[in-house]
């Protein structure tokens, strides 16, 4: 390739298509990625995909699309300003929108090889009663959509959270509604006449950033399934959510695809996003990781600086690491993670001045921890025969970061397979994630017999200690929302605390569509880094559609001064 050639294809993809008419499809791939190869070592930032002519789905994978391609990025279409207090904002309840799909997309089942299952030490004693435990949002109120996909965070005042198209602002001292409007209310009054404006869908995502002491609360929205599709973002102008006024942006996502199950993170030096796309919201296309500058998020800056990678479908479900403490300095690279197809961390050093510098590496495959098959797509429940997604072919929001002691460590959790059509919880905390060889440091496997525990999120204070939500359900129980954890100085590997439940179902959920979560949030106090708080879905009462959301405020542990952590158990048993 000349020099002029090599430019182009550093600003433009390449995708070999194999036209079955000429070649025989399996003469034409092998053809095809020698191409493909050959493009790629060329010049190292073209993403290639191959491709057959007149067949449907996604483009096959090939190795040159291990490189993230620059070609196509998030851009800016519209923003808009809300003043004033977001009590002025008139509920409407939203007009009632079934899944996108009655099966999310999801991975074949697989396996992530390790050492045996560990016994875990027992539980010294039950995790502590909530502090503060209130009802957030439900659906015979403020929504229309199942599932909830509940998610939310806590600042120094206030605790925002949000469901499929609604969002309520809470006090932090006693728990009592200060607001709540619907995703549509807010982005028109504040401007906004596209689909932000008038289609938003849901996967909502609430952040406190830390950094900036600042909202930012998050869901996507489209016109019509041929795109395009958009990521609507309020950024709130002050620390004050309820009265402080907003920022709010709509992003158009490249390519007429929609980014799904869009989780973000708050960084050193950006706020990202990461997404599974679908080409206008049918085949799966590949992951994409965003980047939104900070800075210019948070003053409504006339240039909006933003950088895209978008990943092959080779990958799927990156969570962004999360800096909870807002620690994490300058020049530390953004973290990624996923474990399909093994588990794999990635990096991001972001250049703000010019994005060539940018530096995107991996995977690396994280070694040690304990091996894992993916729970069974849905679980029993009491008092009906339709059974309960899982989602267990992705890993749980958020990844957490921390850096207790001076070490920095990634946290994740996930639903796992328990035996005999049973979910379980898995959770890990990876060390050495600073270099390129990330290791689990401790690992493990939560399972009940005769039971399910699914759907966690895991969130670690500054002493180590965490606390883990999650879903129970069983033949016996109706789906119901508790959380265990444990101190910093517990054995590796183990909750100390018993897990105890926030709020217990009085109901089968019943919608024809099996679908329940798809996901809950865990967040850290700003006042103190050591308060822990929950957010996730029961069952209040019977209905088809009758979900309720629950926040509570727990504590796990002392912070007063940092963990010394016990040995890990030798004993390998599986007591299911």
């Known amino acids: 390739l000349g020099e002029a050639q090599q430019q182009a294809l550093a600003v433009s993809g390449v995708r070999v298509v194999v036209d079955p008419a000429v070649a025989p499809l399996a003469e034409g791939d092998q053809v095809a990625r020698g191409v493909a190869a050959a493009l790629a070592a060329a010049h190292p930032v073209v993403d290639v995909e191959v491709a057959r002519a007149g067949a449907p789905g996604a483009p096959v994978a090939t190795s040159g699309t291990d490189v993230p391609s620059t070609s196509k990025t998030i851009k800016l279409s519209e923003r808009g300003s809300f003043d004033g207090s977001v009590t002025s904002l008139k509920f409407q309840r939203p007009p009632r929108r079934n899944p996108r799909e009655q099966d999310e997309y999801k991975r074949a089942p697989s396996r992530v090889e390790g050492r045996p299952r560990q016994q875990a030490a027992p539980a010294i004693r039950q995790a502590e009663a909530p502090q503060l435990s209130f009802e957030a949002l439900d659906a015979a109120t403020y929504s229309n959509a199942t599932p909830p996909d509940p998610h939310g965070d806590v600042g120094p005042n206030h605790y925002i959270g949000a469901v499929n198209t609604a969002v309520g602002i809470f006090s932090k001292s006693d728990g009592s509604k200060l607001a709540s409007f619907s995703f549509d209310a807010f982005m028109s009054a ?83 996003m990461t997404s599974n796309l679908f080409f206008q919201a049918g085949s799966y296309a590949g992951v994409e990781v965003d980047v939104f500058n900070r800075e210019d998020l948070i003053s409504n800056a006339v240039t909006i600086h933003m950088q895209t990678k978008t990943l092959s479908t080779s990958y799927w479900a990156l969570l962004p690491v999360n800096d909870e403490f807002g620690t994490a300095t300058d020049g530390t690279p953004a973290m990624f993670v996923s474990d399909d197809g093994g588990l794999r961390m990635w990096k991001w050093a972001i250049d703000w001045s010019d994005s060539a510098n940018s530096v995107w590496s991996g995977p690396f495959a994280v070694t040690g921890g304990q091996a894992y098959s993916w729970a069974p797509d849905r679980v029993t429940q009491r008092g009906t025969s339709e059974q309960l997604d899982t989602l267990s072919d992705r890993m749980m929001s958020a990844a957490q970061w921390s850096n207790v002691d001076g070490t920095p460590a990634v946290w994740i959790s996930r639903t796992i397979d328990a035996t005999s059509g049973r979910a379980g919880i898995y959770w890990a905390e990876i060390r050495g994630v600073g270099g390129s060889s990330p290791t689990i440091y401790q690992d493990m496997q939560y399972t009940v017999a005769n039971s399910n525990r699914w759907l966690p999120s895991l969130v670690v204070n500054k002493s180590g200690s965490m606390a883990i939500a999650f879903s129970i359900a069983d033949g016996s129980t109706y789906p119901s929302l508790a959380y265990a954890g444990r101190t910093g100085g517990a054995t590796l590997g183990s909750f100390d605390l018993s897990e105890r439940t926030i709020a217990s179902g009085l109901s089968a959920a019943v919608t024809t569509y099996s679908r329940w979560g798809d996901y809950f949030s865990a967040s850290l106090d700003p006042s103190d880094d050591c308060t822990a708080w929950l957010m996730g879905e029961y069952m209040s009462a019977s209905g088809r559609w009758n979900w309720t959301t629950r926040v509570a405020k727990v504590r796990v542990g002392s912070c007063e001064a940092a963990p010394v952590n016990a040995s890990v158990p030798t004993i390998d048993t599986d007591p299911k």
Do not use: H, Q
């Not at 006449?193 to 909502?204: F, H, Q, Y």
């Not at 952040?207 to 309020?234: H, K, Q």
């Not at 009265?243 to 390519?255: A, L, V």
């Open 190 to 272: 504040a401007g906004l006449t596209g689909a932000c404006g008038t289609g938003n869908m849901g996967d909502p995502y609430i952040i406190y950033d830390r950094v900036s002491g600042r909202w930012l609360i998050t869901d996507m929205a489209w016109i019509n399934d041929a795109g395009p599709f958009y990521e609507c973002i309020a950024v709130s102008k002050t620390s004050n959510p309820v009265s402080g006024g907003y920022w709010t942006y709509s992003f158009e996502i490249p390519g007429n695809n929609l980014a799904d199950y869009p989780k973000f993170g708050a960084w050193a030096d950006g706020i990202y």
